[in-house]
């Protein structure tokens, strides 16, 4: 019980109290004023199973001090309340389930000896990007407020945090640039870090302001390119040779939410606004020489007709000539790699293993051919049709060979010169 003030005598006074909850597994309580011998006097009571809010008012009379007791009404007010959330949804390119791509096309890029080392980053080509608008799920002439996110597409984390695998040579970065989203006021790397992170905007679109996002606006805002100035960082992780194809490959997506009051869209609000990719080859040569770059010259000498007569074979009591070829591509210890030497007859080949060094006058038969065999490969001939010579891993070294001419035809052959000419490629695989 808790005493108050006195009451003057001649008046009538309502005394309401408020009833609240406390926290306490009792429940809920309410006050109730009563006028007993001229004191006005505050109780406590107990309530069970009473809706959340009420008033109850007691009216007492009071006359020339003397208390008589008056009718009580009592009454009991229900009052619900309700929270006012903020209402949220999605948001697309040019449709509510539309999304736009932008890709760096890195077509034709040469990756010089320089660049190609561990460690090395270099930046890829602009973005090539369109225009749209947005269509946000909300209701036509709804002001609402645009948040965005930007979150990374692939989940192989790279040599360090913000970097992804790209492949086995090359690790990327996604660079946003300031200001190139509404509300991204810093350079951001979208990392997994990040990708929860939203970008809020503090404008306000509607309608009403000739700037509607919302479907069925008739006056639109727009049209936006956001997120076209964001860069590609590649890095070399492994030093590659040859040409290196890059399907295209979403790298991140920038997500879009509206929301018409203070709070925040739920992750689940956001909708893929713009795929950001890249595709493309690149190229690393490797500079090999082959014999200092010098031709491989295989002189037979002179031979005597009469004894070069056997048909597919050389001249009887002939040597072969032995020759080496000596390549250096430079240090490739550290390139994935392998390096194979192909040689391809450009005079003309007989069942593949003999080049063709001359033919006849009279009917342009092939009668002399050369073949060719790798002393230390165990084969016994190379084919001139992409006949392949192993390349030490060390990316220099020499192939020892050997060389000797063959009659094709049987019989006393006519006399002259024969040449036969090969080429020598490197190949990358």
């Not at 109290?17 to 926290?23: A, E, H, M």
């Not at 009454?75 to 539309?98: E, F, N, R, V």
């Amino acid at each position: 019980m808790i005493r108050g003030n006195k009451v003057s005598s001649m008046r009538a006074a309502y005394y309401i109290s408020l009833g609240y909850r406390v926290n306490h597994k009792a429940g809920l309580y309410a006050g109730e004023i009563r006028q007993i011998n001229n004191v006005s006097l505050l109780s406590v009571h107990r309530i069970q199973n009473l809706q959340p809010l009420y008033y109850k008012a007691q009216r007492s009379a009071i006359k020339d001090k003397k208390m008589k007791r008056a009718p009580l009404i009592t009454g009991l007010l229900l009052i619900s309340t309700s929270c006012a959330y903020a209402s949220s949804g999605g948001c697309g390119a040019d449709s509510t389930s539309g999304a736009t791509n932008y890709s760096s096309v890195v077509d034709d890029v040469t990756v010089n000896q320089t660049d190609n080392v561990t460690g090395r980053e270099f930046t890829s080509a602009t973005l090539s990007s369109t225009n749209w608008q947005y269509a946000c799920s909300c209701s036509a002439g709804k002001a609402v407020k645009l948040v965005y996110m930007v979150s990374p597409v692939l989940t192989t984390t790279g040599h360090q945090t913000g970097y992804y695998k790209l492949n086995d040579s090359l690790d990327i970065k996604t660079t946003l640039q300031a200001n190139d989203i509404p509300g991204l006021t810093t350079d951001q790397v979208v990392s997994v870090n990040t990708r929860f992170t939203q970008i809020k905007n503090n404008t306000v679109y509607s309608a009403a302001t000739q700037t509607g996002v919302c479907q069925g606006d008739t006056s639109r805002y727009g049209p936006v390119n956001i997120g076209a100035n964001t860069t590609f960082t590649l890095y070399v992780t492994k030093p590659f040779l040859g040409s290196m194809t890059i399907p295209k490959t979403d790298i991140a997506v920038i997500k879009g939410a509206w929301v018409d009051g203070m709070g925040s869209p739920s992750t689940g609000d956001f909708h893929d606004l713009v795929k950001l990719s890249i595709q493309g080859n690149l190229t690393a040569p490797q500079s090999c020489k082959i014999n200092q770059g010098d031709v491989i010259k295989v002189n037979f000498g002179f031979i005597n007709g009469q004894k070069f007569t056997t048909r597919n074979a050389m001249p009887d009591g002939f040597t072969p000539v032995d020759f080496d070829i000596t390549y250096d591509c430079g240090d490739t210890s550290k390139i994935k790699n392998s390096l194979q030497m192909r040689i391809d007859g450009t005079t003309g080949v007989v069942d593949q293993y003999n080049l063709v060094a001359r033919r006849r006058s009279s009917d342009n038969v092939p009668d002399v051919g050369i073949r060719i065999e790798n002393l230390g490969g165990g084969v016994a001939n190379i084919p001139f049709q992409n006949g392949i010579l192993p390349v030490d891993p060390s990316g220099h070294g020499t192939v020892n060979m050997r060389a000797w001419p063959v009659n094709l035809v049987g019989g006393e052959l006519e006399t002259g010169k024969f040449q036969g000419t090969a080429t020598i490629t490197v190949i990358v695989r």
